[in-house]
């Protein structure tokens, strides 16, 4: 997709463009249609979303940006923010092993889709 889209426009014209479409559809299409039709929407809309807020996970555990605002570190005055966080080698040994099984089991599934009839 273009680096432009969606456009730079003010934000309730924009909104206002999806109220247009939606108007414009309610006239065409039965009620078992439009739940269908927005059925579908929903899940583009989910699936996006779903991309985006993994996606900003991991730049943000890229970028050590990550924060628990509950944790006890932020409740006692600590910020993540000053000094170098480090992981340990032993937390750096636990989410390997974590991705470890993880591909493990995808690799089974597979192998299990394959043998399919």
């Known amino acids: 997709m273009s680096e432009n889209f969606p ?5 309730q014209a924009f909104s206002l463009s ?4 939606g108007v414009a559809l309610v006239g065409d299409f039965n009620t078992n249609e439009l739940n269908s039709i927005s059925n579908w ?7 996006l979303e779903t991309v985006s807020a993994q996606q900003q996970l ?3 555990r890229i970028d050590n ?9 932020a409740k006692s005055g600590g910020s993540p923010y000053t000094g170098p966080r480090k992981k340990s ?3 750096v040994r636990e989410e390997f092993e974590f991705l470890s099984q993880v591909v493990q089991v995808m690799q ?6 394959k043998n399919r009839p």
């Open 89 to 91: 080698n032993q937390n």
């Open 7 to 11: 456009p730079n426009i003010d934000p």
């Open 58 to 60: 991991i730049e943000g």
């Open 41 to 47: 929407i929903f899940l583009v809309a989910q699936y």
């Open 108 to 113: 089974k599934e597979i192998d299990n889709l």
């Open 18 to 21: 999806a109220v247009a479409v």
């Open 65 to 73: 940006t990550n924060i628990n605002i509950n944790s006890k570190q």
